[in-house]
């Protein structure tokens, strides 16, 4: 497997910031060794799964907390971890479009760059935490992109979250999702809140992705996460939750980006 991590200046952000790409290696054991260089090379384009880290993360966690790497490697799909500071991938209130960035500027130059598919069908994201409600915004806003989501411990209602944290004292950060965000109390129907994007999905005639989400039995959040799950389903919004033992750590984490990569997502099987 290839790593690398990409510094650049984004148009978007404007300012700097890091990406971490993993491409598979055409030089694998699975690969027969009849095959020249030309055909092991010429033209590759790999899936590619876009990676959202947690609250307080950056563009290596991904790959230095879980097995993504070896993952995609065997599956053979690249991986793009980027930088989202504390902004839930919001055009922030009070900040930068960080859901402008992921969406519009990053893909292309990820496809410029780096052999990554460009068709709707090799693209899928997914995320942790924060990065889980970053992933379904995206899925859910931008279905004509992306054919897939896994959702790992954190695609909920964000303003009951908000509630529950403050409910449980759990007050980290609430001036940056503030700033994200804006008021809680004008973020119902708007463009970050989960519940309105399914609903206005499933009453327009665009593409679905497949859905796929998840969160640990001991988890704090599990229920509102089940009351998500339920709702996609109350509106006919096809979706898989999956509720195996585990708490909000990167264990959780590695084992659901496993599941996903070879048994959820759609990926297509790359052949050498």
Known sequence: MSILQYRFRSRILKMNTAITVTIPEPSDHKTPPERTLDE????????????????????????????????????RVMTVSMDLEESFCCDMKCGRKYFTYVTEELPRLVQALFPSSPAREDNFVAGFSMGAHCAMKIALRCPEKFAGVWAMSGAKDQVKMD?????????????????????????????????????????SDRPRPAIFHSCG??????????????????????????????????????????KAIFEGLPIREIDY
């Open 40 to 75: 092991i090379y010429h033209g590759k384009k790999y899936p590619t799964i876009y990676l959202c880290h947690g609250g307080g993360g950056d563009n290596t966690l991904w790959t230095r907390n879980t097995r993504v790497e070896m993952y995609g490697n065997e599956k």
């Open 163 to 203: 509630q529950l944290a403050r409910k449980q004292g759990i007050m980290a950060s609430n001036d940056l999702i503030e700033a994200a965000f804006g008021p809680m109390d004008e973020v119902r129907g708007g463009e970050n809140d989960l519940p309105a994007l399914a609903k206005s999905l499933t009453e």
């Open 217 to 258: 039995r001991q988890d704090y959040g599990l229920e509102l996460c089940q009351e998500f799950a339920d709702y996609l389903t109350e509106l006919g919004l096809e979706n898989q939750f999956f509720t195996p033992d585990g708490i909000h750590d990167w264990y959780y984490a590695d084992r659901m980006i496993h």
